[in-house]
């Protein structure tokens, strides 16, 4: 069979495609727009992908991903460090403070537990987390895991594991989405917010 | 305002929601994904990228991408040259190629006729058409643009122009997907696939 599709562009379908929600055909439209665009931009893309994980590390305290260490956010003196919020990844943590409402410091997982996939807590940084915890300064632990199956049990688990340790424990509230018509809600969500409704006065 | 995200990630998300259908929100989930990763796979992805113009051309005769002028299609004696099919972008050619019911060569007018974006004759490759067919060799032209506003538009125009040079124009065939229930089709393909009824014995 004759190669039609040029090589170079199938090694670009090819590498593409290997990204998450990026299909063969989501990939080969992405490959053909780039190829129809001037080569300085696709340049760009490849300097930005080759110069990406040169510059960016780990936290060494929070495990975000950071040009320096410790990260902004940790060295930050106007921050509250005894507030930590603990969420599954970097872009949770971006989302969070997106809304201006969160002044204390993270603690990224890196994941949730799965024992399907063999991730236990050995797999996600809940060693650090006890470190933390143990060095005595935190005095709260937001668990802003998300609201899926494998997020609740990881919520669950931490309880478990830090409901003695001398901090506040708390999770995000949980309910009707803001602006939400209450039709529209899901009747989990919907019986969740009665449960947990709270004083209006 | 603190910078939260670092640079070089900041650059690489900025470069991936330039590419269509990728908004931000999409951008940074796959920059985060490419970071988790290893940075191999990055370097290889920005290799991809950065050789992706250099190896590849037009191909002077159909304007397909390809390594080598005239492309393998072209190129190949086994296929008809008399029968051209005139498509819209490479990767429409890509998806006739593949159900291998198509045996003759293209023609790839890199867009569509539309006056709306500034897109007339000119901006697209009519004028390389006309001289493929003045050449001489041509008997047929399928005109297979998308059932799409400009592409039956250009479609037209191309019906238009063509239909006193000597050569026989036809289009794709319009109707309902195979493997369709009836009364999932939309009414509009419903009727073009009733007036367009063929002989069933």
Redesign the interface.
């Known amino acids: 069979m004759?190669?039609?599709?040029?090589?170079?562009?199938d090694?670009?379908i090819r590498?593409?495609s290997?990204?998450?929600?990026?299909g063969n055909k989501?990939a080969?439209?992405?490959?053909?727009?780039?190829?129809?665009r001037p080569?300085a931009?696709?340049?760009?893309?490849?300097?930005?992908?080759?110069?990406?994980?040169?510059?960016?590390q780990l936290c060494s305290c929070c495990f975000t991903?950071?040009?320096d260490d410790p990260c902004?956010?940790c060295a930050?003196p106007r921050r509250n460090g005894a507030l930590v919020c603990v969420v599954e990844?970097?872009?949770d943590?971006?989302a969070i403070?997106k809304t201006g409402s969160f002044h204390g410091h993270y603690h990224i997982l890196?994941g949730v537990l799965s024992p399907m996939d063999g991730i236990g807590p050995g797999e996600i940084k809940v060693e650090a987390l006890m470190a933390r915890i143990n060095s005595g300064t935190i005095r709260e632990v937001l668990i802003a895991t998300s609201s899926t199956v494998p997020g609740e049990a990881t919520a669950s688990f931490l309880i478990d594991l830090l409901h003695n340790k001398g901090v506040a424990l708390t999770r995000l509230a949980c309910g009707i989405p803001m602006g939400m018509d209450i039709k529209y809600a899901d009747r989990h969500t919907l019986a969740r917010a009665i449960e947990t409704r709270t004083n209006a006065e």
Do not use: K
């Open positions: 004759v190669q039609i599709v040029p090589p170079a562009l090694r670009l590498d593409l290997r990204l998450p929600g990026i989501t080969a439209r992405l490959a053909m727009n780039i190829l129809r080569s931009e696709a340049r760009e893309l490849a300097s930005a992908l080759s110069e990406l994980h040169d510059s960016i991903f950071s040009e902004v956010i930050d990844q970097p872009g943590l971006l403070e890196h």
